[in-house]
Structure formats: C-alpha cells, structure tokens
C-alpha cells in the first residue's frame, strides 16, 4: 500500500506524526508538502494528494489542515476521490466500510496526536463492505460524471 500526505502549516505538527507512525509500520509513504510551518494555502496540497489517487498513483491520501474540512472539500473536486474529515473512531471505521473513503482529512488544531493516530488506524483497518455500498458509491460517481464540464 503507498499513502500519500500533504498538510498546510495548521497540520504541519501532526502530519510529522503520522507520517512517523506509517514508515513504522512499513506503510509505503509519500510527503508531498509541506516541510515548514508558514503559512501556505491549503488547497493547493490537498490538489496534490487528490490527483495522486485520482490518478492511481497512490492507493490512498491524507491529508491535515487546521480542522480537515478545507483539505476535504478541496480533495473531493477530483475524480474518484472519497475524502471524508473525521474526528471519531465510529466515523473513520464508517468513512471506510459505508464510503471506501480513500483520503482521509484531519484536523491538525482539533486532535490531538494520540486520537489522530488512532483514527488513522481504524481508517487503514477498516475494510469496504460492498454489496448496497457499492450500489451507492455507483451513484456517487454517476453524479460526478453527470456533473463533469
């Protein structure tokens, strides 16, 4: 598996962690950005790691801003990709089994290592259900194709 992970400087911090955390447990990891804490715009890193698995080149994203909703909206204007932010076990096990969420958005100013990398856990762990998900991920994506201009 290769993940790529991208953070703007309000997700800096905790994306050293993670991405710590998944060279440890032999997780194929790409840093995309950034490696400094000033300031940067962050959809331009959540574009990186969006066309990434977009484009199959990683199976899967992460991403922390300063509460994972801008990084989320961001990466969900690509093709293909499921990005969900989560702050919850229940959502970051559901993200994957309901959604086959393959980008997961974090919030670097409202978790704190400890629980981030529980929920990372819990999302890489986590398997998709199919059968009536995959029903509906089949209508996710007759949207975004209806809706491609």
């Not at 790691?49 to 690509?78: E, P, R």
Request: proline residues 2%; glycine residues 6%; contains cysteine.
């Amino acid at each position: 598996m290769k993940i790529v992970i991208a953070s703007d400087h309000a997700g800096f911090p905790l994306k050293k962690s993670i991405t710590e955390f998944l060279s440890k447990e032999k997780i194929k990891v790409e840093d995309l950005g950034i490696d400094h804490p000033e300031s940067v715009d962050y959809p331009d890193y959540a574009a990186k790691v969006a066309q990434a698995v977009s484009q199959k080149k990683a199976d899967a994203g992460i991403l922390i801003c300063g509460t994972g909703l801008g990084m989320s909206i961001s990466a969900n204007k690509f093709k293909g990709v499921r990005a969900v932010a989560v702050s919850d076990l229940y959502s970051a096990r559901m993200a994957k089994e309901h959604n086959d969420a393959n980008v997961l958005a974090l919030g670097g100013r409202v978790l704190d290592s400890h629980k981030a990398l529980r929920l990372v856990k819990v999302w890489l762990n986590s398997k998709f259900k199919g059968n009536r998900h995959q029903q509906r991920l089949d209508k996710i994506s007759d949207l975004e194709n209806k809706n491609l201009k």
